[in-house]
């Protein structure tokens, strides 16, 4: 029951019909409802897991941000971050223990795919007609929306992009005469076509990003920077915003001033930074990389906890890869079960690499499709170690002295790059 309950949750956060302006049940809290059915589900049941350190970074982030408002003087913003983050919070956690076999994680994957496709149909007719079914139109600039959450190009163009390897893989699976590889394959095609639609240079260079992890993990680093340098060239050949970009254009000019904004935030507000949320009220754009807005709203401890949260979920990927489970002759049939969960991870990695380049040049550290994506990558991982005790777990404790250092890291690595561009300027 949770398992369809959070799958119903996922359909209503990524395509969203509850916001159609025909929609019949106009009114109705259906995005709230499935949430607390779920958690309530959840609760009663026996099955509930915490063997993943995103589990107590989540809960320590939501704290964090929470704190960094109330320090400001604002308990009833502290009040307000509470209840819009802990939602989010609650869908990780509900997710995370809902995908609890390697199938579930597989159509945890199908679900996003054919959502993301729903909206590059959506994006498609619109880019063709001027305006959606949902009624929403063209971006004055000719680029392609949606609703809600997805009413920005740039983030409608991140959801294409974290969806493109897992329509990838679901296609590499075969199956019906073909048929199965080429319905895939299609809504592969159709999520770069809408990555195209949204004109989001992000995006774009996220895609050059997920094709050089892949490349680099099966073919090696020569063959991953041949090909990734031949799509930059391609891309910068096409006729998009890519080709615009330039230190100097004027969309880079503003980022690279809201990175250095963000930064004299955090350098006046070190350890808890100015509050969540507070950003804009300091700078009239905002800070248009994640790392920037973690650094300059909740300080170095936000920023070392959702590091933490986020560097786990690679590493977790990464140790899949490389662990060899060591199956020898006779043992064909795990050997067979550990390569299918080997592909999962590269593909759950290619998604993570895909989203976090283009939230390298967006304010997207809260948003909710992040900690559903964690979710996942929490869910595969501790399926596979279930399937493959051998796998070395990952524990918050033996790594409690590296993450503030990454942290503190981080931070100075962002000044220099920041000193660097305004020194280009």
């Not at 897991?49 to 704190?67: E, G, K």
């Not at 319905?183 to 809408?194: E, I, V």
Request: glycine share 10%; net charge neutral; with cysteine.
């Amino acid at each position: 029951m949770l398992f369809v309950l959070i799958m119903v949750y996922l359909l209503l956060v990524l395509i969203r019909p509850q916001e159609y302006p025909q929609w019949p049940l106009a009114g109705v809290p259906l995005l709230p409802l499935a949430l607390v059915l779920g958690l309530g589900v959840w609760l009663l049941s026996r099955n509930k897991r915490f063997d993943a350190p995103q589990y107590l970074l989540l809960l320590a982030f939501l704290a964090v941000t929470c704190l960094s408002v109330l320090l400001t003087g604002w308990s009833g913003g502290a009040l307000q971050q509470f209840s819009e983050f802990a939602a989010i919070v609650v869908s990780f956690f509900l997710l995370a223990n809902a995908l609890d076999s390697r199938e579930r994680v597989v159509a945890a994957m199908a679900v996003f795919t054919l959502s993301a496709s729903v909206l590059a149909l959506h994006g498609a007719g619109q880019a063709a007609t001027g305006v959606g079914w949902t009624g929403a139109e063209l971006v004055g600039d000719g680029r392609i929306q949606y609703l809600g959450i997805f009413s920005d190009p740039n983030d409608l163009g991140m959801l294409f992009v974290l969806c493109m390897p897992m329509a990838a893989y679901l296609g590499s699976r075969g199956g019906l005469m073909g048929l199965r590889r080429l319905f895939w394959w299609s809504l592969c095609l159709l999520l770069l076509y809408g990555v195209y639609l949204t004109h989001s240079r992000g995006a774009l260079l996220s895609v050059i990003a997920m094709i050089g992890i892949w490349v680099l993990v099966r073919r090696g680093v020569f063959a991953a920077g041949t090909l990734a340098g031949a799509a930059l060239v391609g891309l910068l050949l096409m006729p998009s915003r890519v080709s615009e970009i330039d230190v100097q254009e004027e969309s880079a000019l503003g980022r690279v001033e809201a990175w250095y904004e963000g930064l004299l935030m955090f350098q006046s507000s070190p350890v808890f930074g100015v509050g969540t949320g507070r950003f804009t009220e300091y700078h009239y754009l905002t800070a248009h990389n994640s790392l920037v807005l973690v650094l300059a709203e909740n300080g170095i401890v936000g920023l070392t906890v959702w590091l933490a949260f986020v560097g786990y979920c690679f590493w977790m990927m990464v140790r899949i890869l490389r662990h060899d489970p060591g199956y020898v002759e006779g043992e064909e049939e795990q050997a067979w079960e550990w390569y299918e969960d080997w592909r999962i991870a590269l593909t759950l990695l290619a998604s993570l690499v895909g989203f976090f380049t283009a939230a390298f040049f967006l304010s997207r550290s809260y948003v909710i499709l992040l900690y559903l994506l964690a979710a996942v990558v929490v869910a595969h991982f501790c399926g596979v170690r279930d399937r493959h005790p051998q796998l070395p777990a990952l524990e918050l404790r033996e790594h409690l002295g590296r993450w503030p250092v990454i942290g503190v890291a981080t931070a100075a690595g962002l000044f220099v790059v920041v000193k660097v561009l305004l020194a280009l300027v």
